[in-house]
């Protein structure tokens, strides 16, 4: 995860207000036994500790890709691209 507020020279489209997922994979043999959920769950408690107050992330939009998974995870699409994948965010709310 990258805390893109302490990156030294963000680019243009880099949001300085979240932190940013880079690559969550997960091997097809270890899907759906929480290790992704408990990846995300570890994101957003990082995220709250560098006092950021978003998480966001992109992927490839293709079939059976990791939209749904990110959708109930919380993830809602910004409309954006980054590098020609979907970009999605996540708003954390203060416990």
């Known amino acids: ?37 408990a990846a995300i769950a570890e994101a957003e408690a990082v995220a709250r500790e560098w006092r950021l107050p978003r998480v966001s992330l992109s992927f490839v939009d293709q079939p059976d890709g990791p939209e749904g998974f990110y959708q109930k995870s919380g993830f809602v699409r910004t409309g954006k691209l980054i590098d020609g994948e979907v970009q999605m965010l996540k708003i954390l709310m203060d416990d």
């Open 1 to 37: 995860m990258i805390d893109m507020s302490r990156y030294p020279e963000p680019e243009e489209a880099d949001d300085r207000e979240s932190a940013y997922i880079w690559r969550l994979l997960i091997g097809a043999d270890y899907q759906g036994k929480g290790y992704g959920r």
